[in-house]
């Protein structure tokens, strides 16, 4: 998708002649080309102190994990995790003991449990 414009549709159609408008905010952060956005969760968890409070946000596209640090009204894509698994991040949540489970649409329908080494 090199060259795909934000405000085109996977089609070509244009999705709209705005790229502002009053009333509208601006987002703190958009991904062009489209990573697809899947899941996401805030991370609150204690197993990875270096992530509390960062979006970890699934990518179909990029078939990673992108964490977003949220710090002076800025939203900033710092690093991307799991991407050695090849597999298209469908869901992203934080279980009840900090760990991070991933959902993957592998053949296999994988749920992932994360924890540190």
Known sequence: MAGHHPWLD????RVTPFEEREGVEAPLLHWTPSIAPSGMT???????PQWQG?????GLVTR???RVRL?????T????LFGELGERIRAV????DGSVYLLTDNAD???LKVTPD
């Open 10 to 13: 996977y089609t070509g159609a």
């Open 42 to 48: 805030v991370y609150t968890g204690d197993l990875f």
């Open 54 to 58: 960062d979006l970890l946000v699934g």
């Open 64 to 66: 990673q994990v992108h």
């Open 71 to 75: 710090a002076d009204g800025k939203a």
């Open 77 to 80: 894509d710092v690093e991307t």
């Open 93 to 96: 949540v934080t279980g009840p």
């Open 109 to 111: 329908g994988r749920v």
